[in-house]
């Protein structure tokens, strides 16, 4: 078998190549940080992050920082897959589970409904939940037509976030 350094130039592994032109250049620690924020943000950090570089919320240069910053998000994920996924999920846990903080310090009817220990609680506030976070990060992650990614964001959110929990209650039970 040939060594890999013997191989010709164009069969070695590429880098990703960038709508720039070239390899994105980022560091690793403020992509883990954007991550974060961008799980935390429901997708909506890059646009944040330029609206405040630029002063403006729309125009070519927030267009342009906007782009940039999503190119390095993209760059980053193809080197670091593991990092920015782990990352992004631990940040859109961070807003549910503040909710569910709150919510436990309410009168406790409502809270018995609210937090689930009812069967119906559950269903309800996993489908509420489920609906809000998957309306908002699709809006939030879509690059394009972000009305009908967060229509179907909210509905496949919804049916998953009321519905696995109870299925793996259940399953549990029966174990």
Request: glycine share 14%; charged share 20%.
């Amino acid at each position: 078998m040939a060594d890999y350094k013997d191989a010709p130039i164009a069969d070695q592994p590429q880098a990703f190549k960038s709508v720039l032109g070239s390899p994105v250049e980022y560091s690793g620690l403020a992509e883990t940080a954007r991550s974060v924020g961008q799980g935390l943000t429901f997708g909506t950090l890059d646009e944040i992050e330029a609206a405040l570089r630029t002063g403006s919320i729309s125009g070519p240069e927030y267009e342009r920082q906007r782009n940039i910053l999503r190119e390095q998000q993209k760059q980053f994920g193809m080197d670091a897959p593991i990092v920015k996924t782990s990352s992004e999920i631990g940040g859109s846990l961070i807003a549910p589970l503040g909710i569910a903080k709150q919510v436990a310090r309410l009168a406790p009817a409502t809270k018995d409904l609210i937090t689930g220990t009812t069967t119906l609680g559950q269903l309800l506030r996993g489908a509420a939940i489920g609906t809000t976070t998957g309306a908002a990060s699709s809006y939030g992650f879509a690059e394009k037509e972000a009305g009908s990614e967060a229509a179907v964001g909210g509905i496949f959110g919804g049916i998953l976030g009321g519905s696995v929990p109870i299925v793996v209650q259940r399953c549990w039970q029966t174990t």
